[in-house]
């Protein structure tokens, strides 16, 4: 039996429902679009009339940059007026990093133009990243002729990299004066760390050692700003508003060029430091070391390969002997050490002594020598510092002992920073029964004295405070801070500081300073060791004292043989001295590395700075370094 098939349903559609559906969903597509569109002219009124002035400032920033202008550095001059360090306009290479692209393809396709080194390149990368978005970076500055051509012949392929002027500085005397005027060069990342940016924005530039360094804030001076106006591709089409920057101080210092020139050439080439100051004022009249370097290479920033060259030179070209160098003094200090004898009661101007060529310390076979093989026979204290005689200042440093032998010294600046004006001055030693305890953690022993009591031992100096020592003795014990700067000019005046108005301590008679003088009168223009600096000296005379320090010791029944002996363990060769010894105007000290003697090679360098100050004469070069003369 089959079952019957259902009737297929037919489906009427219903066109008054769907025409209704249609009607809503055009109406909430309309309703979507107007709130859409309301929104849309809500937010363009907003930006219009609300946010106007806003955007408008932003399009002007993109437009116009506020760029800071370095100011020029102050001018530093000897004390005639002669200029020391100077600003000259040079060209750098500088990448504007918003429209030079990408830095590291610029880098290659540069690279080969200008032959930048390795080197080069990762400076300008350390640069790019300590830099702000808006500066322009140098990536070489100080550009040569040879360079400038290249460029130009390429510029169109470099958009954003541009030649800039910059004001650089220039040392017109080279290496002359490096060790005391300094240089300055590039600010690096640790400096920028620290640097005031509202001080040193847009400067390249800062003092890294010497009256350059000491005298930064002076020497700076105030930054100055201007709105530029700027193309799509960041080129500068003018200036809006310019706030000008205030040039540095100018340095007027109490250096002498002609002093200065004398004593390097004297020096010949040789080690050595010379410094020279006004015993009535504590200027600083020279102040050499040797060998120097020429500061410009410094400026632009030194390649490295040429600061390794340098830094490790055996010579060490770098390293500021007259500040820094740390020597034993030799004889130089028995003037000193005798007017300490007169302060203490211990020796008088008459006392004498018995000089067998040595000195033995009760119970002690040990002998302490005299320069002199076989002594001096019968000595004053005028002839022991006329003819440097060891036994009498060993037995006056064996009866001082090592706190008062330190308490006297130290009154003429030996032991402590003589607080110049220049950066990194050292001490030196200056030995105690506290020190040694203090430093080596051992007592003091008698027979240490004798060493110190001739210069030698723990006692150590500066060529600096020799020269301040000795100014000290020329004006009898008046008390000085040596000074480079003379006066200064400029938005920033330098305060001078007054010289200490005080005096060593002295129990003795003033005529006692001028018998000391006499003594040290002696060295030259009696039969001192020192004699051969008397001849053809006209119109004046000097006082001074030689001194030879020990760089290799000698065991007790050794003889002293230069022939022996390697060049660089020789003896250290001093003098110092002051002229005229009447009325004192300059006082010098004098090192001489290895120069064996005093009187022979650091003498005649002190007598040519005393003939051209007291005379005017200036000293032909010296003819030979080494020649013999009677000398401890």
């Known amino acids: 039996m089959t079952t019957p098939e259902k009737p297929e349903r037919i489906t009427i559609k219903d066109q008054q429902q769907e025409s209704s559906l249609y009607r809503s969903r055009a109406a909430l597509a309309?309703?979507?679009?107007?709130?859409?569109?309301?929104?849309?002219?809500?937010?363009?009124?907003?930006?219009?009339?609300?946010?106007h002035e806003t955007y408008v400032t932003l399009a002007e920033n993109n437009r116009i940059h506020l760029e800071?202008?370095?100011?020029?550095?102050?001018?530093?001059?000897?004390?005639?007026?002669?200029?020391?360090?100077d600003n000259r306009p040079v060209f750098a290479l500088v990448v504007n990093r918003q429209t030079a692209g990408d830095l590291d393809e610029l880098i290659v396709r540069l690279k080969p133009v200008l032959q930048l080194s390795d080197e080069e390149v990762a400076r300008f990368k350390n640069r790019l990243r300590v830099s702000r978005r808006f500066d322009s970076v140098p990536i070489r500055s100080r550009l040569s002729e040879e360079d400038l051509a290249r460029f130009s012949e390429a510029r169109y392929d470099f958009p954003g990299v541009n030649t800039e002027i910059e004001v650089s500085r220039y040392y017109p005397y080279g290496e002359l004066f490096a060790h005391v005027i300094g240089y300055v060069s590039r600010i690096s990342e640790e400096e920028e760390k620290i640097l005031d940016p509202a001080v040193y924005d847009g400067?390249?530039?800062?003092?890294?050692?010497g009256i350059e360094k000491y005298y930064e804030s002076a020497l700076h001076g105030r930054v100055g700003y201007q709105h530029v106006e700027t193309n799509a591709y960041g080129k500068q089409i003018r200036v809006l508003k310019r706030t000008p920057p205030v040039r540095g101080t100018d340095l007027t210092l109490s250096l002498d060029v002609k002093l200065q020139q004398i004593a390097h050439e004297q020096l010949a080439g040789r080690r050595g430091a010379v410094v020279a100051i006004d015993p009535r004022n504590g200027g600083v009249l020279a102040f050499v070391s040797n060998p120097g370097f020429d500061p410009n290479l410094f400026v632009g920033g030194i390649p490295g390969a040429l600061y390794r060259g340098l830094r490790d030179h055996e010579d060490r070209p770098l390293y500021n002997r007259a500040l820094q160098g740390i020597y034993p003094p030799g004889s130089t200090i028995k003037p000193f050490e005798g007017l300490g004898g007169v302060h203490y009661g211990l020796v008088n101007w008459s006392y004498?002594?018995?000089d067998p060529g040595f000195f033995s310390l009760p119970g002690d076979s040990h002998h302490f020598r005299d320069w002199k093989k076989?002594?001096?026979?019968?000595v004053d204290l005028f002839r022991a510092v006329e003819i440097s005689c060891d036994v009498y200042f060993y037995q006056l440093a064996d009866r001082m002992g090592v706190d008062r032998f330190h308490d006297w010294m130290m009154q003429f600046g030996f032991g402590s920073k003589t607080g110049i004006d220049l950066v990194n001055e050292k001490s030196g030693?200056?030995?105690?029964?506290?020190?040694?305890?203090?430093?080596?953690?051992?007592?003091?022993y008698r027979g240490e004295m004798m060493s110190v009591g001739i210069g030698q031992g723990y006692f150590t100096v500066t060529p600096l405070q020799i020269a301040l020592g000795t100014a000290i003795m020329a004006n009898k014990g008046h008390l000085l801070r040596p000074q480079m700067v003379r006066s200064s000019s400029g938005p920033n005046p330098v305060v001078i500081m007054p010289q200490p108005t005080g005096r060593v301590a002295f129990n003795g008679l003033p005529e006692d300073w001028d018998n000391m003088h006499e003594a040290m009168r002696r060295v030259i223009h009696?039969?001192?060791t020192a004699t051969q600096l008397r001849y053809n000296m006209k119109g004046y005379e000097m006082a001074g004292k030689t001194g030879t320090a020990q760089v290799k010791g000698i065991k007790q029944n050794e003889k002293y043989d230069e022939s022996k002996i390697d060049a660089r363990h020789l003896d250290h060769a001093w003098f110092m001295g002051f002229a005229p010894v009447s009325n004192p105007t300059i006082a010098v000290a004098v090192l001489v590395e290895n120069g064996k003697h005093?009187?022979?090679?650091?003498?005649?360098i002190a007598k040519a700075l005393f003939d051209y100050e007291v005379m005017g004469i200036v000293a032909p070069p010296p003819v030979s370094a080494n020649s013999e003369a009677l000398d401890e």
């Not at 400067?203 to 050692?209: R, V």
């Open 30 to 51: 309309g309703i979507i679009v107007l709130s859409l569109f309301s929104l849309l002219l809500l937010r363009y009124g907003w930006l219009q009339m609300v946010q």
């Open 68 to 85: 800071a202008i370095s100011p020029p550095r102050g001018f530093i001059y000897d004390r005639n007026g002669v200029l020391l360090a």
């Open 203 to 209: 400067t390249n530039l800062i003092g890294k050692i």
């Open 352 to 354: 004498r002594i018995s």
């Open 374 to 378: 076989g002594g001096h026979g019968i």
């Open 429 to 444: 030693t200056l030995p105690s029964v506290a020190w040694k305890r203090k430093r080596l953690k051992a007592p003091w």
């Open 526 to 528: 009696g039969n001192g």
């Open 598 to 604: 005093g009187g022979s090679t650091a003498g005649p």
